[in-house]
């Protein structure tokens, strides 16, 4: 079954051919001084989180066995499939089984993990009672692996193949990172994303603070590494220059692909310079290995490659027909040939390298009838594995069963509380061509609800957009689909996109239990340009409406949220009474994660107003609620909040480094971004000159100006008003002394986009720079108009920002 390609032979050789003993033993491990060295001194001082990461073959296995091997202490180790089934924190529970038998007393929160560890039901508490919000669920199960582990400390936790790992995994080696277990050294290895692409574990980890993971790259063998392991190998005292270079070339310095290749040359003999005798790519190296077995062994090793690293031989059995003793043999006779390796549970292949060139040499044909064949064979079993059916459906190009069980994956998933893998099933079923309209309409809704919270928002809305393309959608999905996108494009910094994608789907939202959250986002006023302030008014009272229509205790608090936010941000003095309100009500106790939400835009909200100490409280509870629940998708709004906090009060120093690494990691919440850049660029404004003088001074402003004209530019073309009208005051203020008539015009845009919106207290530092301007030029009166207007704007409006600014402009510009 598996091709034996050509045979490329070809005459020629060395004038002085070299002849190595057989190998003996394993390749010995050469090289990678300073990055051992590196994970010594990190494990040796827990606690810590590594992510060491490489391509496939790189060594990451071999460097983190070379550390064990010398590392004394306890060793937790889990190991990642390539093909896992929806079950949360699966190789973490594996690590603690391992290490189950030294478990001490226990937190009564580690009686969360009773229902996923049966067989460890005699060691952990009772399980608590059930939440009834499944994200406290979620939470409360990180709380207890991290007691579990806590107990296991001092200890050494190891975990391999993340870029495998299913999303709950890495939410909580997430929480690891910033809330780290005492005496716990955690070692991850993963794979190198690739340009254009992410994996869960490095989406979840570059949402951290940089300074919370340690990231050990490998890179591949340089020639001296190359040299020293062909000398070991070959039992050569002074291998060949020719040799080294040859080497290097042709394997790329892959240290899983030069180990095959030397371990070939050490068993063949002969001259390892000949290219006509000497294999020097993995490909060649497994068909020399091959070529002595037998086509019944050849089929069997085919067929394993198929079903994946470790060859069930029940499952190949079944698949081949074959009996167990006939299986048995071929793979011992695979084993022999250097082609499997006993991993001590069982044979397996050597790397995934080797089984995915053994796999490229079974026939498209025959790859496609073994996929089909073991997935019937899996469909007997139960409970069924879905995950696995669905990778093999289809590969075997059965569109129709392939989308079946990755439905029923992503509801596991979901039901499980993984929305992030959920969404990963799902995105895969919009590939089939031949999906019927109301199957893939169904399964977008799901996608969308999926992606709300999960890592796969960018790969969504695209797909989400064509079928709202279609004229032909019928209404219901129509609103659903529209409301999913409209969010997902707000949370991606998209603005105004989502909020008009929004107020489309409103209108065939029929559900007042749907419709009432999504007229609660419309309702928020510091996200768009123009839509007036009456306009999120009349949004908020439709959103009361639908929710009083609902009977939903959720949607109901989701409305009040907003009005209060609505509220405080229009300087209207009944915001604080619903806030206080709220915040000591059990319906938002209940909801921590809504709870945090709330109070950072409040925070915010504050911010605006000129509430720095109602603010700082806001936003104490806010970071407060969000440790207490490990949402670390919040955490980049927590420290945007933060660093807004000490600008408005004037805590400049250091400041613009700390909104530095925050844009620099704006991948944790792309939603914060803009914000952010406009903090920055603000600080920067207002800093610049304030050092020295001379050219050092002149460079400063012109970076600060640089950076608040990229922020309008950005804010005008997503639509988001509130970093637009900051940086348009801003950049007022900084050219006003030099070019006055510029600094006019910014100033009146900003005037003229904060008249758009209806709340003026928003334009008081663009007005003030209008009053300056004209008061430096000798005619005060010219800004008389617009102090008026802001005068008359926050007549009654618990504005005290712009009640100060209102004085200085008044004295500036008399009545």
């Given amino acids: 079954m598996i091709d034996g390609g050509e045979d490329k032979t070809r005459g020629g050789g060395s004038p002085t051919p070299v002849r190595p003993e057989r190998l003996r033993g394993p390749v010995e491990f050469v090289g990678r001084v300073t990055e051992l060295a590196q994970l010594r001194r990190l494990v040796a001082t827990p606690p810590c989180l590594i992510l060491l990461e490489g391509e496939p073959g790189i060594g990451k296995s071999r460097l983190v066995a070379e550390l064990l091997a010398e590392l004394p202490g306890r060793h937790l180790i889990g190991e990642c499939d390539d093909v896992p089934e929806p079950f949360p924190l699966g190789v973490l529970l594996d690590a603690i089984r391992g290490g189950a038998d030294r478990l001490g007393p226990l937190s009564p929160v580690a009686g969360a993990l009773a229902p996923l560890l049966p067989e460890l039901a005699d060691v952990l508490p009772d399980p608590p009672p059930p939440l009834t919000d499944p994200a406290a669920e979620r939470h409360r199960l990180l709380r207890a692996v991290a007691a579990v582990l806590a107990a296991l400390s001092p200890a050494t936790l190891l975990l391999e193949d993340l870029h495998w790992a299913d999303p709950a995994t ?56 190359v040299r020293r392991l062909a000398a070991r190998t070959l039992r050569l005292d002074d291998p060949p220059q020719q040799l080294t270079a040859t080497l290097l070339d042709r394997t790329a310095g892959i240290p899983f692909v030069v180990e095959e290749v030397l371990r070939t040359l050490a068993e063949r003999g002969g001259d390892p310079l000949a290219d006509d005798s000497v294999p020097f790519v ?40 074959l009996d167990r003793m006939a299986i048995g043999a071929a793979l011992t006779a695979a084993h022999r040939a250097g082609l499997l390796h006993d991993a001590g549970d069982g044979l397996r292949f050597r790397h995934d390298l080797a089984r995915q060139v053994v796999y490229d040499l079974v026939p498209r044909e025959s790859r496609e009838w073994l996929h089909l064949r073991i997935a019937r064979v899996l469909e007997q079993e139960l409970p069924k594995p879905v995950a696995q059916l669905a990778h093999h459906y289809r590969r075997a190009g059965s569109g129709a069963d392939f989308v079946r069980n990755a439905e029923a994956a992503a509801d596991l998933a979901t039901e499980r509380g993984d929305d992030a893998t959920a969404a990963s099933f799902l995105l895969q079923t919009m590939d089939v061509a031949e999906l019927p309209r109301p199957v893939r309409v169904r399964l977008a809704a799901k ?46 910094g998209e603005a105004l996109r989502g909020y008009t994608e929004i107020e489309r789907a409103v209108p065939f939202l029929r559900a007042p239990r749907r419709k009432a959250p999504a007229l609660a986002v419309l309702a928020a006023p510091d996200t768009v340009v123009g839509r007036h302030v009456d306009d999120h008014l009349a949004r908020c009272a439709e959103a009361e409406t639908a929710a009083a229509a609902s009977g939903d205790p959720a949607s109901h608090l989701a409305v009040r949220i907003a009005r209060a936010s609505l509220l405080l941000e229009s300087g209207d003095p009944a915001a604080w009474a619903i806030i206080t309100q709220l915040r000591a009500s059990a319906e938002l106790a209940d909801r921590p994660r809504e709870h945090a939400r709330a109070c950072l835009n409040w925070a915010q909200g504050a911010l605006h107003a000129g509430h720095p100490e109602q603010a700082e409280a806001l936003l104490a509870a806010g970071r407060a609620l969000v440790d207490e629940t490990g949402y670390e998708r919040l955490t980049a709004l927590v420290e945007a909040t933060e660093l807004s906090l000490d600008r408005a009060a004037g805590r400049l120093d250091g400041l613009a480094e700390r909104l530095r690494r925050l844009v620099a990691s704006a991948e944790r919440m792309p939603v914060t971004l803009l914000d952010a850049r406009a903090e ?50 801003a950049l007022a203020q ?18 003229s986009l904060v008249r758009g919106k209806g709340i003026l207290a928003w334009a008081a530092d663009a007005v003030l720079v209008l009053a300056e301007a004209a008061a430096a030029a000798g005619d005060p009166g010219r800004a008389a108009g617009a102090v008026a207007e802001l005068e008359a704007g926050i007549a009654g409006r618990d504005a005290p920002l712009a009640l100060a600014a209102l004085r200085r402009c008044r004295e500036l510009v008399p009545a």
């Fill in 170 to 225: 890495c939410e909580l080696l997430a929480y690891l990172s910033t809330h780290p277990v005492e005496g716990l050294a955690v070692l991850l290895t993963a794979r190198t994303a690739t340009p254009g692409s992410s994996t869960p574990i490095h989406d979840a980890l570059a949402r951290t603070p940089p300074w919370s993971v340690t990231r050990v790259p490998l890179s591949p063998l340089d020639a001296d590494d």
């Fill in 680 to 729: 920055l660029a603000t600080v920067l404004a207002r800093t610049a000159g304030t050092a020295s003088g001379g050219d050092d001074s002149a460079n400063e402003v012109e970076v600060a100006e640089r950076a608040l004209r990229e922020v309008v530019a950005d804010a005008r073309r997503v639509g988001a008003i509130w970093p637009l009208v900051q940086a348009l005051s």
């Fill in 734 to 751: 900084l050219t006003l002394a030099e070019r006055p008539d510029e600094a006019v015009r910014h100033a009146a845009d900003a005037l």
């Fill in 447 to 492: 996608l969308g609800r999926s992606a709300i919270d999960g890592l796969s928002q960018a790969e969504a809305i695209p797909v989400l957009e064509r079928l709202l393309a279609d004229r032909r959608l019928p209404p219901g999905a129509r609103g659903e689909l529209g409301l999913v996108l409209g969010r997902m494009l707000r949370q991606q």
């Fill in 282 to 321: 993995l490909r060649d190296v497994l068909l020399w290995r091959l070529r002595p077995l037998d086509e019944a062994t050849r089929e069997v090793l085919g067929a394993a490659a198929v079903l994946g690293m470790t060859p069930d031989q029940r499952v190949l059995a079944s698949v081949l027909s």
